[in-house]
């Protein structure tokens, strides 16, 4: 009785409206454990940190200063955004399984997909609401630079900044996808952290080195073997780095962009659909004690 007692208390309050729809309250769950864990302070951490970055970018870069500031600030977004979406998994899966927290969110009539999809969909929305909300304090602050500097070429916050936003939203799409898949089947809390940058750090980085061992083949003994080897990497993981098309924002000019972009979007899309699913299948067969 003790024991119940205190799972009530710690656990997240459900919303007490009976008519309240499932994935609304996992919205709710995921608003309050974020404020509970502080991740809301760390995303005003990083609101503070790209605003003095974008600043110090600009003041210490001889030319283009608006243009270095928008690089630095595409950089950040990209480091610190996949960050907080795996402290939120962390809170809304991993930890839900460690302290048993099941014993109330998966009771009867809800499965065990619905859950999976309510927390999924929960954690996707405050990654992407955070992406819309830096790029917009990041387009303003760009936008001030650029009025103390006049440029001949400044760089586009129009519909290439839009496009580039949007291929950087795909990007976190799939580091959730894969920290969800990782935080169903992990056994530590470090293992989501680790593993999700690990597989962010492969997919974004063996493309770029591919091309550059085609550019400059003395770089390394035996760059020829390396580089197959490499290549064999495209098969597990999603070219992330093609994902990067800041250059058209940058530079105001949609040449940059890859030339095979809608199937670069679908196979995307498709290998975080099918990471889901994979997640859900394993959940299903998961065996709580």
């Not at 839900?96 to 009771?107: A, I, N, Q, V």
């Not at 009539?109 to 790029?135: D, I, Y």
């Not at 949007?166 to 530590?188: E, Y």
């Not at 250059?247 to 670069?264: D, E, K, S, V």
Request: proline letters at 5%.
């Amino acid at each position: 009785m003790r024991s119940t007692a205190l799972l009530h208390s710690s656990v997240p309050k459900q919303p007490s409206s009976p008519f309240t729809p499932p994935v609304l309250a996992d919205f709710a769950i995921c608003a309050r454990i974020a404020h509970r864990a502080r991740i809301t302070h760390f995303l005003g951490a990083i609101v503070i940190l790209l605003v003095i970055a974008c600043f110090s970018a600009a003041q210490f870069s001889g030319r283009q200063p608006a243009t270095v500031a928008l690089d630095v600030g595409f950089s950040l977004l990209r480091l610190c955004l996949p960050l907080m979406a795996i402290l939120l998994l962390q809170e809304l899966f991993y930890r839900e399984f460690d302290r048993k927290y099941y014993l109330l969110s998966l009771t009867y009539p809800r499965t065990r997909f619905a859950f999976l999809l309510g927390r999924g969909l929960a954690v996707l929305a405050c990654t992407l609401g955070s992406l819309l909300l830096l790029s917009l304090i990041l387009g303003l602050t760009v936008e001030f630079i650029a009025r103390e500097y006049a440029l001949s070429l400044p760089p586009s916050l129009g519909t290439p900044f839009a496009i580039t936003i949007l291929f950087m939203a795909l990007d976190l799409t799939v580091a959730v996808a894969v920290g969800t898949l990782i935080s169903i089947a992990a056994s530590s809390t470090s293992f989501v952290l680790v593993g999700t940058l690990g597989f962010l750090l492969c997919a974004r980085s063996f493309s770029p080195i591919i091309e550059l061992l085609a550019m400059d083949s003395t770089l390394v003994s035996n760059a020829q073997t390396y580089q197959s080897s490499l290549s064999l990497l495209g098969y597990l993981f999603p070219d992330l780095a093609k994902l990067d098309v800041r250059m058209i924002a940058l530079y105001n000019n949609m040449a940059f962009l890859p030339g095979n972009w809608p199937t670069l979007v679908l196979t995307t899309s498709a290998y975080a659909l099918a990471l889901f699913s994979l997640s859900v299948w394993l959940l299903g067969r998961r065996r709580f004690s």
